[in-house]
């Protein structure tokens, strides 16, 4: 995320999958392989680790608005990073696509709830991840639902897009580790106390 606070930048397209300026903030590991980003590997590795399943936001997914275009099966081509379950939060419901590597994603529209507890049920013993957007990262959060949170702050002002922690006041953390490298400072926090909803 951005110093102020952003995860993504504002106006998602299929030319700017990150909003406007977001591509920036995720330098850090999308760049991983050029001289200057070998100090982010850690972290990449870290946030790349196997999972039982994930949770994930339609904006996460892909830029499409209302109705599903059935072309669309995400931006990771046909071997998406997850190798696991990923349930979608959604309005607008469409059948599961399952892709190579272990990934099926399943959409689910009964709401972040329903999407965690089928990602449980799904992960057995293993952790369930909650991939993000910020919407869902935010549901997450005033639901209880967090234990660990890892942050990675760009040295960057972005001042528009998606914020990550607007309607969460009361929420408290514990840093357990803080790990700077040149391009971002990684953050590991436990949650202390989940926000008081408004």
């Given at each position: 995320?951005?110093?102020?606070?952003?995860?993504?930048?504002?106006?998602?397209?299929?030319?700017?999958?990150?909003?406007?300026?977001?591509?920036?903030?995720?330098?850090?590991?999308?760049?991983?392989?050029?001289?200057?980003?070998?100090?982010?590997?850690?972290?990449?590795?870290?946030?790349?680790?196997?999972?039982?399943?994930?949770?994930?936001?339609?904006?996460?997914?892909?830029?499409?608005?209302?109705?599903?275009?059935?072309?669309?099966?995400?931006?990771?081509?046909?071997?998406?990073?997850?190798?696991?379950?990923?349930f979608v939060l959604t309005s607008y419901p469409r059948d599961s696509i399952e892709l190579d590597g272990g990934t099926t994603f399943h959409f689910v529209t009964e709401g972040f709830?329903?999407?965690?507890?089928?990602?449980?049920?799904?992960?057995?013993?293993?952790?369930?991840?909650?991939?993000?957007?910020?919407?869902?990262?935010?549901?997450?959060?005033?639901?209880?639902?967090?234990?660990?949170?890892?942050?990675?702050?760009?040295p960057m002002v972005l001042g528009d897009g998606e914020r990550m922690f607007d309607g969460l006041a009361g929420l408290r953390l514990t840093p357990v580790e803080v790990t700077p490298?040149?391009?971002?400072?990684?953050?590991?926090?436990?949650?202390?106390?989940?926000?008081?909803?408004?």
């Amino acid at each position: 995320m951005s110093l102020d606070g952003f995860v993504a930048g504002p106006d998602q397209s299929m030319d700017d999958p990150l909003g406007k300026g977001g591509k920036d903030i995720h330098e850090w590991h999308l760049r991983i392989d050029e001289p200057g980003y070998e100090a982010g590997i850690p972290a990449r590795d870290e946030l790349l680790r196997p999972m039982g399943a994930y949770v994930m936001g339609r904006n996460m997914f892909g830029p499409i608005r209302g109705e599903w275009d059935s072309e669309w099966r995400g931006w990771w081509g046909d071997e998406p990073p997850y190798h696991a379950p990923v349930f979608v939060l959604t309005s607008y419901p469409r059948d599961s696509i399952e892709l190579d590597g272990g990934t099926t994603f399943h959409f689910v529209t009964e709401g972040f709830a329903a999407a965690l507890a089928r990602a449980k049920d799904a992960a057995g013993d293993m952790d369930v991840d909650i991939a993000g957007g910020a919407s869902v990262a935010r549901q997450a959060l005033a639901a209880g639902a967090v234990d660990d949170l890892y942050l990675d702050i760009t040295p960057m002002v972005l001042g528009d897009g998606e914020r990550m922690f607007d309607g969460l006041a009361g929420l408290r953390l514990t840093p357990v580790e803080v790990t700077p490298s040149p391009h971002a400072t990684h953050v590991h926090y436990r949650i202390d106390r989940p926000a008081v909803r408004d």
